[in-house]
């Protein structure tokens, strides 16, 4: 079993920036492709940024491209986002996963083990 808990969260002014944090136990982490994805109220969850299991390849929604950075430390277990010139848009609620392989994109179905969200909140 993997557990995922993100922190870095929180209320930031438009424009600001954030650095998610998603701290993986598990011995599966550093073979296993990383994604953040993101849920805003009423709507359905989103895939933000995925990276490969070395980090070679990146991939991000057209709506980050440019703003956010995914990266990750394999002898921490830990993946990150990094999110720059944030908009009002950006507010959700955002979760990281780990996927069945080593290398995904933004398909939901690609990701089995799931972090319980932290909030981010963007004010304009």
């Known amino acids: 079993q993997v557990l995922l808990v993100e922190s870095g969260g929180g209320l930031v002014q438009a424009g600001g920036s954030l650095r998610l944090s998603c701290a993986a136990s598990?011995?599966?982490?550093?073979?296993?492709?990383m994604g953040w994805f993101r849920q805003a109220s009423g709507k359905e969850r989103e895939f933000v940024a995925a990276i490969s299991w070395s980090g070679g390849s990146a991939y991000y929604a057209d709506s980050v491209k440019g703003r956010f950075t995914i990266s990750r430390d394999n002898a921490k277990n830990t993946v990150y986002l990094l999110m720059n010139s944030l908009k009002p848009e950006d507010t959700a609620v955002y979760y990281c996963?780990?996927?069945?392989?080593?290398?995904?994109?933004?398909?939901?179905?690609?990701?089995?083990?799931w972090g319980q969200g932290t909030q981010v909140t963007v004010s304009s």
């Open positions: 598990g011995r599966t982490f550093s073979s296993a492709a």
């Open positions: 996963a780990q996927a069945y392989v080593s290398q995904a994109g933004g398909g939901i179905n690609d990701y089995r083990y």
